[in-house]
């Protein structure tokens, strides 16, 4: 038992070893997923869990229908002051791979695989490239795949085994993934709803109900206040099913059959995946009953993540018809929120996975130790060379601009929000406005949420304000012509809080910016901030909106 302990720890070394590696830098690439996570892990630490007040103001936004998981928020956000946000981010996520590793490793323990093979299990899912598509990607609900591997390897023991400490611990991992992914978690219960009366089936050991009871109590009293909190906020803001939006989204991630094998695709390794077939070899005559289940659960999932419209090979047509499973789930409530078919793969990670240990135990057993040491050694390196050869290798990609002029904005006295133009057509681009958001600590007005996620009134704030609406309407970058803004113009904005203007130049072609210079220069006058490139502009209306001043306004 001690040995096995030992060899578990190991799995804190890649881990361990990609964190340090790092650096200053975030674990992972320039994606709206990870940038977003960094800021809603620094809003953590500005108030609310769950609620901002520093995008869309005054009223502020609810953001827990927007979030896919918040236990990486929840375990980073006291780290930010400890740490620094990059810091705590890549802690956070280091401990999800460590978890990842220890899931893989119990799963194949729990199969019957002695902790040596199960510890290459291990390894092969911290390399696999779902999960590593996911890290690099900015994703860490996904790397919660390793709680559903712990989750599944303890309902495996309770079934197998009478100790009631199994029960616990499985309904204690499926709590922490219901606050890690709630993607994860639902595909998890649709598993469970078809694999638990399999098992009920093939064996019922006594007590075995007692146990499942306990597992789902335990889940339930830990998870369900969050759940219930989670569904009537999500329920507030979406709704049952979000077809015109879950269109585009299931198209783009579904997967075509024979095009999923190409190198590079979002799956396990190749070596990792040649083990499945050996399975019918591999795994024992009393365990086949089981395995079988488990492989049509897997072409379960496969056709699910097909997607909406099936294909072999490329992109689905314009316009094709729903008609596949998938398209069947998009209709029920609350599944129809799920539009990733391709996330329903994590099966095949875990089956590889377990399947390259179960080989290395076979190996072991009727060939020789040597033999299966030195495929494992191969497998090993082959999930690493497949992870570094499609760019997954996880390393520190991105990282906070140091923007001095941002930080002089943060070092002004007294409080005031920052009103940012123009407003972004496309409203992603906001993310510009929250990682500047990040340098000066000021309230904003715009965000990069999807408006059915979030309860917002910045369209109608857009529409009513003289500036706003002329910065948005299709006058905007024909300021040359246009008389300057007045005091009043300006009034309503302040009335609000809004202190500082702040014109980018960023994303918007150099004629727009130009015109939209001159035209608040001539309304405002030289700006209080600006970046040495010209190409950031600040005014205090504190200092511009006075008895003075209005007079200059008043043009």
């Known amino acids: 038992m001690a040995s096995t302990r030992w060899v578990s720890c190991t799995h804190l070394l890649l881990p361990l070893f990609w964190l340090l590696s790092a650096g200053h830098q975030a674990l992972g690439s320039s994606s709206v997923d990870l940038e977003g996570h960094l800021w809603v892990m620094w809003n953590a630490t500005q108030g609310s869990l769950t609620h901002s007040s520093m995008v869309n103001w005054p009223e502020g936004l609810d953001l827990l229908p927007v979030l896919g998981g918040w236990l990486d928020v929840m375990l980073g956000a006291p780290l930010v002051p400890v740490l620094g946000l990059i810091g705590a981010y890549n802690a956070v996520v280091s401990v999800y791979m460590v978890c990842v590793g220890l899931g893989g490793h119990a799963l194949a323990t729990a199969l019957g695989v002695r902790a040596h093979w199960a510890w290459v299990a291990g390894v092969l899912l911290q390399l696999d490239g779902f999960v590593l598509h996911h890290l690099t990607g900015g994703r860490p609900e996904q790397l919660s795949l390793g709680l559903v591997a712990l989750a599944l390897a303890a309902l495996l023991r309770t079934?197998?085994?009478?100790?009631?400490?199994?029960?616990?611990?499985?309904?204690?991992?499926?709590?922490?993934?219901?606050?890690?992914?709630?993607?994860?978690?639902?595909?998890?219960?649709?598993?469970?709803?078809?694999?638990?009366?399999?098992?009920?089936?093939?064996?019922?050991?006594?007590?075995?109900?007692?146990?499942?009871?306990?597992?789902?109590?335990?889940?339930?009293?830990?998870?369900?206040?969050?759940?219930?909190?989670?569904?009537?906020?999500?329920?507030?803001?979406?709704?049952?099913?979000?077809?015109?939006?879950?269109?585009?989204?299931?198209?783009?991630?579904?997967?075509?059959?024979?095009?999923?094998?190409?190198?590079?695709?979002?799956?396990?390794?190749?070596?990792?995946?040649?083990?499945?077939?050996?399975?019918?070899?591999?795994?024992?005559?009393?365990?086949?009953?089981?395995?079988?289940?488990?492989?049509?659960?897997?072409?379960?999932?496969?056709?699910?993540?097909?997607?909406?419209?099936?294909?072999?090979?490329?992109?689905?047509?314009?316009?094709?018809?729903?008609?596949?499973?998938?398209?069947?789930?998009?209709?029920?409530?609350?599944?129809?929120?799920?539009h990733w078919p391709d996330r329903l793969l994590w099966g095949f990670s875990l089956a590889s996975a377990v399947a390259a240990a179960l080989l290395l135990r076979k190996l072991s057993e009727n060939i020789g130790r040597a033999t299966a040491l030195g495929l494992a050694a191969l497998l090993l390196l082959a999930a690493g060379s497949e992870a570094w050869l499609t760019d997954r290798w996880p390393r520190g990609r991105f990282g906070l601009a140091n923007v001095p002029w941002a930080q002089e904005l943060a070092m002004v006295p007294g409080p005031g929000a920052v009103l940012d133009l123009p407003p972004m057509h496309n409203i992603v681009q906001n993310l510009d406005y929250q990682l500047l958001q990040l340098r000066h600590g000021r309230p904003i007005l715009f965000n990069m949420f999807l408006p059915h996620l979030v309860s917002s009134q910045v369209d109608a704030r857009l529409r009513g304000d003289p500036v706003l609406s002329w910065f948005l309407g299709p006058g905007a970058g024909q300021g040359s012509g246009r008389k300057?803004?007045?005091?009043?113009?300006?009034?309503?904005?302040?009335?609000?809080?809004?202190?500082?203007?702040?014109?980018?130049?960023?994303?918007?072609?150099?004629?727009?910016?130009?015109?939209?210079?001159?035209?608040?220069?001539?309304?405002?006058?030289?700006?209080?901030?600006?970046?040495?490139?010209?190409?950031?502009?600040?005014?205090?209306?504190?200092?511009?909106l006075d008895k003075t001043s209005r007079r200059f306004l008043a043009q």
């Open 159 to 338: 079934w197998r085994e009478p100790r009631w400490s199994m029960a616990f611990l499985c309904g204690l991992a499926g709590a922490a993934l219901v606050y890690a992914s709630w993607e994860m978690a639902m595909s998890l219960a649709m598993l469970l709803l078809l694999l638990l009366p399999a098992l009920l089936v093939i064996s019922r050991p006594p007590g075995l109900l007692g146990k499942l009871a306990l597992a789902a109590g335990t889940a339930v009293l830990l998870a369900g206040p969050w759940m219930v909190v989670f569904l009537a906020h999500a329920l507030a803001a979406r709704s049952l099913d979000e077809g015109s939006i879950a269109a585009g989204n299931a198209a783009h991630a579904s997967v075509a059959l024979i095009e999923w094998l190409r190198p590079g695709q979002v799956r396990p390794g190749y070596a990792a995946m040649l083990c499945l077939p050996l399975l019918c070899w591999t795994v024992p005559a009393p365990e086949r009953r089981l395995w079988a289940v488990l492989g049509m659960l897997l072409l379960l999932s496969l056709l699910l993540a097909l997607g909406p419209s099936p294909r072999f090979y490329g992109p689905p047509a314009s316009g094709a018809t729903w008609w596949s499973p998938f398209a069947l789930l998009q209709e029920l409530p609350v599944l129809g929120w799920f």
């Open 484 to 544: 300057p803004f007045s005091a009043g113009d300006f009034q309503g904005l302040r009335d609000l809080g809004f202190r500082f203007v702040v014109l980018h130049r960023r994303r918007v072609s150099g004629s727009r910016w130009k015109t939209d210079r001159d035209l608040l220069l001539r309304s405002l006058g030289q700006p209080g901030i600006s970046s040495k490139s010209g190409d950031w502009m600040c005014w205090d209306l504190d200092g511009i």
